[in-house]
């Protein structure tokens, strides 16, 4: 049925017009998902062959140290231009000693990456949470994390790290100073190209929940309140962001990604510094979730949510979807 010329409207603008055809929406997109922005995390254990699924994160699973070097080059030949290195120490101390252990699963994970791929850009998570028995981030007196001791012993992690070869420390324990200690440390044994990615705004979140199944790193009392950021908070993360940077971060990072979107923004304009972000493990087992009862579009849902944490402002996205992106990605 012919439209009647009595129902048309004079408009000059019509936006529509901009999103009528697939090419002519590609034309005006203003944000781009590409591969080379994704970081891949991985949970590295002690053995050989092992693959180890985690319940609470379908598709991510603990990989021994042989077979996380085969996930980094699979990872690489998706497209996806590096990893972030989390460690299950085959026991846990107090003091989290075997973090810096040279034998540990991080620093092999990292030679053998390294050697078989070193075009793959390896970044390691500094913290001692999956190291130690109580499943604090640092050292204890009483139930209180006493910050500068933790501080000494992450240096000490750091340096176990820059020595088998990581393109870059990312601290995520959110002891004040630690960057400062970091940095100096590593200039000082001749580190100063391997950079640090500081977990800058690292949020106090109920999403890290499965991370915490993975990695094996749930307090054993308490919770991390004393040191990681306040939800309600947005000023507080400008200026830890601004410390950090003060103190030599390279890259600073918000975590997470969704419910800090507008962190994220914050800090990219006002900073002007590459930025990461964290999709981190609740987010992703929330997908996760939903698409396995058929209640969401999964490949949509996934693209839609890591195209808004680039709009956001993010440069890098630390996401256990790297691969699967990319993969997509590459098929368009
Ligand atoms: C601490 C650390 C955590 C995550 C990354 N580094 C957990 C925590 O702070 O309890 C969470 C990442 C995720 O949930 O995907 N080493």
Not at 221 to 243: C, I, K, T, W
Request: proline fraction near 5%.
């Amino acid at each position: 049925m012919a439209v009647k010329t009595a129902t048309r409207l004079t408009l000059a603008r019509r936006p529509r017009r901009l999103r009528r055809t697939g090419a002519i929406r590609s034309l005006v997109r203003e944000t781009h998902l590409r591969p080379d922005c994704f970081i891949y995390p991985l949970f590295v254990c002690d053995g050989r062959g092992v693959r180890r699924d985690i319940q609470s994160m379908p598709g991510v699973q603990q990989l021994s140290v042989d077979e996380a070097v085969k996930e980094a080059v699979a990872a690489h030949t998706d497209g996806v231009p590096g990893v972030l290195l989390f460690g299950l120490p085959p026991s846990k101390d107090a003091a989290g000693t075997l973090a810096s252990d040279p034998e540990g699963p991080v620093q092999s994970a990292v030679r053998g990456i390294k050697q078989e791929a070193p075009d793959v850009i390896v970044i390691t998570d500094v913290c001692l949470c999956e190291y130690t028995s109580h499943g604090h981030c640092g050292i204890l007196d009483g139930e209180e994390i006493v910050n500068d001791a933790t501080v000494a012993q992450l240096v000490q992690v750091a340096l176990s790290h820059a020595l088998a070869g990581a393109d870059f420390v990312a601290p995520s324990d959110m002891m004040d100073g630690r960057v400062a200690a970091i940095r100096q440390a590593l200039d000082e044994r001749g580190f100063e190209r391997v950079g640090i990615m500081s977990y800058a705004a690292k949020y106090c979140s109920a999403f890290y929940g499965p991370f915490r199944e993975a990695a094996d790193s749930a307090p054993q009392f308490g919770d991390r309140r004393s040191h990681q950021m306040d939800p309600a908070n947005v000023d507080e993360a400008l200026r830890e962001v601004e410390l950090d940077l003060a103190e030599g971060a390279d890259i600073v990072m918000v975590k997470p990604a969704l419910t800090y979107l507008d962190v994220i923004a914050k800090v990219k304009q006002r900073f002007h510094q590459p930025t990461a972000a964290y999709h981190v493990s609740g987010e992703y087992a929330m997908l996760k979730a939903a698409a396995a009862n058929g209640w969401i579009d999964e490949r949509r849902a996934m693209m839609e949510t890591l195209t808004a944490i680039r709009r956001a402002g993010a440069d890098i996205i630390i996401t256990y979807y790297a691969r699967e992106a990319a993969r997509l990605l590459a098929s368009r």
